[in-house]
């Protein structure tokens, strides 16, 4: 049961469907203050979502604030990360209640942080809030899913391996990275194009130096079965002669300051202006720009920079270029000196900036920060409009790194730009049923870690989690150590990972469609599943992949197993070697599990079955109807399994469900 | 059997008691390099020690850098820490290797990071290699403690519980602070004056302004059982008419440029000049400095800052003023903007300034880098020394926050300047042990985190733990939350957990000392325990305290319990709500043990006993004499039981252990 409630004037995000009607506040469950809401939380109550977010798959003991922001260097310290996803279930006992707060303005969330009792929600004056009431986690996540809208779906290709890195600098660098895999024998799909690829960052552009076979190089790949990725970002660069820019100043579509003058900011390739993507014509036109790259056969992106983040904005590098000069010659003790380096640092993503320029919504002027986190949504809006008006039939990748809720139905996220390290490896899998709550289906995060260097162990295991997650991309940033799996010497264990993969893409695209279908979890938390286990209700490094399969990765350095928890009866099943073997039997309860490195390991639920394909050195060579069905106990369930063809619009459960049986 | 190897001409370093005869080279069991040294690991080595350092027990995976850093942001992919402690162990299947590199400049440590199986340690032309051999890890480690001397042991009331903050502002706030722990039954022993306490943060001086009192001050704490313990920072504030500033300039005691001017750095108070620690009549002189606060009736003091940590040279700083401008009025790309602001970032801990000053050692000048590891050492030995002098028959509470092994000799050390993480108290707990291996026997982490604002529930967790550590002291940063346990809602909880540190004094306290007098561990990873379980062996998150218990601590939020492993049977003893609870006997294996928030659990292993005191709320008011022995089996050890006057130095196994015997 849904019931909105209405608070002041809210801006319109669309991240919701249908709105129903406006509840009387006297149903309200939450007491209502000056700024927003608070919640007396019982101490066995369980807070998901959030969607992206650090920490726990419990948020509970933190402040976490919804502002969407670029934060390459996140920690448990952090609050905000690249999206906002105002969705929170509370899970007590006999109680289920999911919350949505839907405003384009930042939200606070202090849930047990001040005191561990009280969930306090600021807000603002201004917005909507959802209250979900159910019987189970899962039911109030479905009726949420529902009330916001199907998830966007890729193409089938885009469940294959993609590698990518800060940048590939010429055709030929392109060329030897699939190289590397192919005689190695790795699986591969794509290879992403990072911002080198554009002539001096310039979006819709392509570096005639280093890519002069650009158009060549793209249809060589496709028979290779090779998809190029290129990113977009979101500032275009202010450069008289640039197409782009010219029309934009020309028809005002970029982000105007106070005097209307176009809002002039910092971003990679210097001063460059945003397009106002919450303009309907702006947002059609800069759509439209994506056409460029479809006309020479790409059919991928990745939408970067559009939190949006800003390097500085060229008012403030002026203001702090001459602030610095205060500092010169002064004794800079403990208190002086922190304020100088501060200067220095705070000219990135600075709040004051976000409150300086403005957009055109709907016909009104608002200032960006009142709408700050439906930028990167709309950015991303934009590009998938575009694709439905120029390819209506076809399925584009596409995935951003800025969110909203309401932007899971254009297209996937990738988690951000993260770190080679173990605790991010973790928080991976953390975030994967948190967005899952929120929307977000085809997500993934940078295997290996993004900044950083990553070792070989590192990439081995994160990519033995990997493996599960729609989105499945090695990327490192410019300057960190190359991790590409042929680079490392113990290939055969980097195969092996991937091969599982490609056995398991049955499996996990028919799990995927169907959490999209059905507005279900692909990724759910042990609690969702026994939500009367209090051991399970705890767990936090370990979920269920679809119904039948739970996974317990390994997360820490050194380790050759861990400790899992089974809350019912289950076998492991383990990709060695490039074989499949069939483990134990795990009774409920606790067990230590020996998993080396580089073999995957599932444990199938008793009564279910797993489904495995033969494998393929990419996703068009994996034969998704010579099936191997593994099975836990004797009384196993059948199998709705989907498949479509994975290229083309025509959704359908009816259509494409069939039953598999175990003998 | 300790061997020495020379290579070039080392730097003395006086790390070492008794150095031995010189080996001959063909003797070597490692591969000499160009500059360095390369040893090939089997898989299944453990590679234990490094002292302060980030990641695990075990150090395999990762490159380290010994090289005094101030970070107080580190994390899994820091290099550097504090302290600087070239101990390694090498522990494989029937092979135990001790390797000390000593040399006072900075030495790599690439443990199979760039290939699994290859160490690598780079440390230029110039060091003495010790090969340890043995036939297990402990005797391992005991060989090399008796080589480097005996560990520093503090006064008794040290192993109370420490409140402190940057900073207490005034002598009332300080009584305020102590208040608030009485008033609720929280036991303290001391509080801590950070920086602020200073005048305008010269060392050797007290603010007459917020401490007018502070002869006073100090007299009634002690009175109430506190002890005040002031910091003590590495830079000298360059300030006409302060007479440590001016008797050091004029005696020639600074550090000198190339020129043979007096360096001049900023830190804490602005300009300051690094007194030449290195130079025996500086240090002579500035450990009489101690005096000033010695008179005062202070007892115990914290040296920081001495890695030596550098804000800014003033050379750099100019120059770093002026090439700011060349930025100004330009395009700042990805390229050009994240120089600029690499240069106001790198302005701090700059390599380049470390190479820019000298020292007079030993009669040679010598360039700091050269010498870098010795500094914080020196710098606490000169303090050390001077007490020697001045109050040859009282144990003084002395710990630095950098450090080389060596140094062991003179003082204890904190972890330095950490984050409320939970990964920073599993850190902790990791760096026990490995603090041990090199010497470090009193040490602790800033307990609650000092950067970043700390949960109610990570304080209680990480105290659960810190407990255990002979430093036992809470400190946060300027800014952060306040954390003072006295401050949250559950004071039952945090009286529970500080109980329980009162009531293992006798337990801790003995063992510490046993350890220091007998060069053994008193926190072991459980491979020293078992080193033949291929398990215990890779336990990375429980520890021995002793002999006789283990501890397995919750470091993750809103888990009520953990997995635990047991490597022998045990019997859970767990101190709640004030009381202490016999819990359930655990056999050899895994197993699933619930540890409420406040709870304080220890294993006493089958055949062994704890003997718990009655508790208090200062040490000088629990009775080491009325002891409860628990036990855990029916056979049960006796316990050598060690306890002095804890003030004088007058320490013998002989004459202070005595047997005690469960009924």
Redesign the interface.
């Known amino acids: 049961m849904v019931k909105r409630f209405r608070f002041g004037a809210p801006i319109e995000t669309e991240a919701v469907l249908e709105k129903g009607a406006q509840q009387d506040k006297q149903q309200l469950s939450l007491v209502q203050t000056a700024d927003g809401l608070e919640y007396e939380m019982p101490d066995d109550m369980?807070v998901y979502g959030l969607g992206e977010n650090t920490?726990?798959i419990?948020k509970?003991?933190?402040i976490y604030v919804s502002n969407c922001t670029d934060n390459p260097h996140h920690?448990?310290?952090t609050r905000s990360l690249y999206g906002a996803h105002n969705f929170l279930l509370l899970s007590g006992e006999g109680q289920q209640l999911g919350l949505f707060i839907d405003t384009p303005a930042k939200v606070t969330f202090d849930i047990?942080?001040s005191?561990?009792n009280l969930l306090r929600i600021t807000a603002g004056q201004d917005y909507d809030l959802y209250v979900i009431e159910g019987s189970t986690p899962a039911q109030v996540v479905q009726e949420f899913r529902q009330l916001i809208g199907r998830s966007y779906i890729p193409p089938k290709w885009a469940f294959g391996y993609g590698q990518s890195r800060w940048s590939y600098l010429s055709s030929d660098e392109v060329r030897e990275v699939v190289r590397g895999h192919r005689e190695k024998g790795l699986p591969l799909d794509s290879v992403y194009l990072d911002?080198d690829y554009m002539e001096?960052?310039k979006d819709f552009t392509v570096d005639r130096e280093q890519f002069a076979d650009f158009e060549q190089l793209v249809s060589e790949m496709k028979q290779e079965h090779i998809h190029l990725v290129p990113i977009i970002d979101a500032g275009v660069k202010v450069e008289e002669g640039y197409d782009v820019y010219e029309e934009g100043e020309k028809e005002g579509y970029f982000c105007k300051d106070e005097e209307g003058n176009d809002f002039i900011v910092?971003?990679?390739?210097?001063?460059c202006c945003f397009p106002d993507m919450l303009n309907d014509k702006a947002r059609a036109w800069f759509g439209n720009k994506y056409k460029v790259l479809l006309d020479k056969g790409i059919d991928g992106f990745w939408n970067d920079m559009n939190e949006p983040a800003v390097?500085?904005s060229e008012k403030r590098?002026k203001k702090v270029?001459e602030k610095?000069q205060d500092?010169?010659g002064q004794?800079?003790?403990?208190n002086?000196?922190f304020e100088?380096?501060a200067?220095?640092?705070g000219?990135?993503n600075n709040e004051e900036d976000y409150r300086s320029f403005y957009h055109n919504y709907r016909g009104e002027k608002i200032r960006h920060d009142k709408v700050h986190n439906l930028f990167g949504y709309y950015m991303t809006r934009s590009a998938s409009e575009a694709f439905e008006r120029l390819e209506p039939e076809k399925r584009i990748l596409m995935y951003s790194r800025s969110s909203y809720i309401g932007m899971h139905r254009y297209a996937g996220i990738w988690q951000g730009d993260n770190?080679?390290?173990?605790?991010h490896l973790l928080m991976n899998l953390k975030m994967m049923p948190s967005l899952n709550m929120c929307g977000f289906l085809y997500t993934g995060a940078d295997i290996g870690g993004f900044?950083?260097?990553a070792?070989?162990?590192?990439v081995i295991r994160w990519l033995s989690f990997g493996v599960f997650t729609p989105l499945l991309r090695n990327h490192a940033a410019r300057g960190t150590r190359q991790q590409e799996a042929y680079r490392f010497?113990?290939t055969n264990l980097f195969q092996n990972v991937l091969t599982a993969r490609y056995c398991m893409l049955p499996y996990l695209y028919s799990e995927f469609m169907k959490a999209a279908l059905r507005s279900t979890m692909m990724f759910s938390p042990l609690g969702f599943v026994y939500p009367s286990d209090q051991?399970a209700r705890?767990v936090?490094d370990q979920l269920f992949v679809g119904e039948n399969i739970m996974i317990a990765p390994v997360y820490?350095?050194?380790?050759?197993?861990r400790?899992v928890?089974f809350p019912e009866t289950m076998k492991l099943l383990r990709f060695h070697d490039g074989g499949v073997l069939e483990g134990s039997v795990y009774e409920k309860g606790?067990?230590?599990v020996e998993m080396p490195l580089g073999d995957v390991c599932v444990f199938i639920r008793d009564g279910y079955l797993l489904p495995l394909a033969k494998g393929g050195s990419h996703v068009a060579e994996v034969d998704f109807e010579d099936l191997r069905l593994y099975t836990c106990g004797s009384d196993v369930k059948s199998y709705e399994y989907y498949m479509d063809d994975g290229e083309t619009k025509d959704y359908s459960l009816d259509k494409y469900i069939r039953i598999l049986k175990a003998e």
Chains 1, 2 share one sequence.
């Open positions: 369980i920490r726990g419990n509970r003991g933190w920690n448990e310290g047990g942080y005191r561990y911002i001096r960052y910092g971003v990679w390739p210097g001063r390097f500085y590098l270029f610095l500092y010169q004794n800079l003790d403990v002086t000196f100088f380096q200067l220095a640092a000219v990135s770190l080679s390290w173990w605790s900044g950083g260097d070792t070989e162990d590192l010497p113990r051991t705890q936090e820490e350095q050194n380790a050759s197993g400790t928890y606790w067990a230590y």
